[in-house]
């Protein structure tokens, strides 16, 4: 049985950072590219960083770029993301998600349909002004 927890979130003053982590049991990451989604209160949830299977290819939403960071861990099957610089509006709750049949980053857009995928139930940032 596939498992996907992150960790790492909170409350947390603008301008400040966190790290996030999303460990995977039961499934070989290897292969797989993985990303980190979120969801605000009243919004839809939307892609924020994508990584590829071996780490080398990296995406992110615009809202993001120069503040975060993905990254993973194969061996200890973990996905990271850095948050630097961090903003009230980064609030929302994140969500890890491990893509059984990619080992490239489809669209951000594409990954919520994407079949065979493995998600997390979260952890929640709150950014104060």
């Known amino acids: 049985q596939v498992q996907v927890v992150e960790s790492g979130g909170g409350l947390v003053q603008a301008e400040r950072s966190l790290r996030l982590s999303c460990t995977v049991s039961?499934?070989?990451?290897?292969?797989?590219?993985m990303a980190w989604f979120r969801q605000a209160p009243g919004k839809e949830r939307e892609g924020v960083a994508c990584i590829n299977w071996s780490g080398e290819d990296t995406s992110y939403a615009d809202s993001v770029k120069g503040r975060f960071a993905i990254s993973r861990d194969n061996a200890k099957s973990t996905l990271y993301l850095q948050m630097n610089s961090l903003k009230p509006e980064d609030t929302a709750m994140y969500y890890c998600?491990?893509?059984?049949?990619?080992?490239?980053?489809?669209?951000?857009?594409?990954?919520?349909?994407?079949?065979?995928?493995?998600w997390g139930q979260g952890t929640q940032v709150t950014v104060s002004s």
């Open positions: 998600v491990a893509m059984h049949m990619y080992g490239y980053c489809p669209e951000f857009r594409m990954i919520p349909s994407l079949s065979h995928t493995y």
């Open positions: 039961g499934l070989n990451l290897g292969d797989k590219a």
